[in-house]
Nanobody, 127 residues
C-alpha cells in the first residue's frame, strides 16, 4: 500500500523560507516524477513545481521560478520543496503528488496523471 505524506507547512512572514517534505512508503521516488501542487482559497489547484529525475527535467511555474526548488534525499525516500522569498500570494495548501513514469511533458499539469497524493500541508505567509 502506497502512502504519501507532506509535512513542514506553517506560518511564515513575507520574505521568509520554508522547506516542505514529502515522504513515501510503498514506492521509490527515484522511479517516478513528482509534482508539487497548491490550492489557494477560492482558486483551482495548480502545479507549481515538477521534477522527473529519470528524464532530467525540472519545471516551475513562472510565479515561483528562482524561489522554489525540488530536491530529493534518496536515503530517506523523501522529496523536498524548498521555498524562499515567500510572499502572501504563496499562501495555500501544498500537495505532493507522484506521477506515472510514462507522463509526457504536455501532461504534467493533468492531475489524473498522478496516482498518489498526500493530504496536503498548509502554508500561510503573513505580510
Amino acid at each position: 500500500q502506497v502512502q504519501v505524506v507532506e509535512s513542514g507547512g506553517g506560518l511564515v512572514q513575507a520574505g521568509g523560507s520554508l522547506r516542505l517534505s514529502c515522504a513515501a512508503s510503498g514506492l521509490t521516488f527515484s522511479r517516478y516524477p513528482v509534482g508539487w501542487f497548491r490550492q489557494a482559497p477560492g482558486k483551482e489547484r495548480e502545479l507549481v513545481a515538477y521534477r522527473d529525475w529519470s528524464r532530467g527535467r525540472q519545471i516551475y511555474t513562472n510565479s515561483v521560478k528562482g524561489r522554489f526548488t525540488i530536491s530529493r534525499e534518496t536515503a530517506k525516500n523523501t522529496v523536498y520543496l524548498e521555498m524562499s522569498r515567500l510572499n502572501p500570494e504563496d499562501t495555500a495548501v501544498y500537495y505532493c503528488a507522484v506521477g506515472r513514469s510514462s507522463t509526457i511533458l504536455s501532461e504534467i499539469r493533468t492531475e489524473s496523471r498522478y496516482d498518489y497524493w498526500g493530504p496536503g500541508t498548509q502554508v500561510t505567509v503573513s505580510s
